[in-house]
């Protein structure tokens, strides 16, 4: 199974731009921060992770403002060309 779900800010996030199918797409760059729990002991994590969307996502990510804070759901893969992964987002909800 390949499904993430995220909370995270948006830090960066690029216009809209289309595919050459003419698909809605936008980038962005996540940054993510809490206190998780590894062998029994409390651990600072903070993280940037590339993300996009497509279509519908893509539409309504753009009104977005920076800095704000969201749930993302969706799939890693790589970037065309690449070996690092991004994700892929298929839904977002408010962060409350």
């Not at 996030?13 to 962005?28: K, Q, V, W």
């Not at 809490?34 to 940037?48: C, I, L, M």
């Not at 969307?53 to 009104?63: D, N, W, Y």
């Amino acid at each position: 199974m390949n499904q993430l779900a995220l909370t995270a800010r948006i830090s960066e996030i690029s216009a809209l731009r289309h595919t050459p199918a003419g698909i809605p797409a936008i980038d962005l760059l996540l940054e993510h921060e809490s206190e998780q729990h590894e062998a029994g002991q409390p651990r600072q994590v903070k993280v940037a992770v590339k993300a996009v969307a497509f279509g519908a996502t893509a539409e309504a990510l753009k009104a977005r403002q920076m800095g704000s804070q969201w749930r993302f759901s969706g799939f890693l893969a790589a970037a065309r060309g690449g070996k690092h992964p991004v994700l892929h987002i298929q839904s977002f909800v408010p962060d409350s």
